[in-house]
């Protein structure tokens, strides 16, 4: 009933800068917190940033100062700008939404997942 697509993964050198973009469709009556997890191979899912509903953020300890998490609750829409991006910020990066569906259900929802690839 609620689906993510996400976009904007890709290869770069390290030093440079990727946006990604998650955005939130169906039946949905509220969004709550919205993040970006990463999971790089043979490592657990991680957390890499959260934004609540009123704008306050989260970050991981590795990405602070470098990264930037922010949405657009018009669009139901959260980015995540990666600057300054380092060999090991390489991972499959997912976006997660929490809410309420129109169905007065609560969810939470991965996205199918993006690769972020950065080169030395």
């Known amino acids: 009933q609620v689906q993510l697509v996400e976009s904007g993964g890709g290869l770069v050198q390290a030093g440079e800068s990727l946006r990604l973009s998650c955005a939130a469709s169906?039946?949905?009556?509220?969004?709550?917190?919205m993040g970006w997890y990463r999971q790089a191979p043979g490592k657990q899912r991680e957390l890499v940033a959260t934004?609540?509903?009123?704008?306050?953020?989260n970050y991981a300890d590795s990405v602070k100062g470098r990264f930037t998490i922010s949405r657009d609750n018009t669009r139901k829409t959260v980015y995540l700008q990666m600057n300054s991006l380092k060999p090991e910020d390489t991972a499959v990066y997912y976006c997660?939404?929490?809410?309420?569906?129109?169905?007065?259900?609560?969810?939470?929802?991965w996205g199918q997942g993006t690769q972020v690839t950065v080169s030395s």
């Open positions: 997660n939404v929490g809410g309420t569906t129109s169905y007065i259900r609560d969810f939470s929802t």
């Open positions: 169906g039946s949905i009556f509220r969004i709550n917190e």
């Open positions: 934004i609540t509903t009123g704008g306050s953020t």
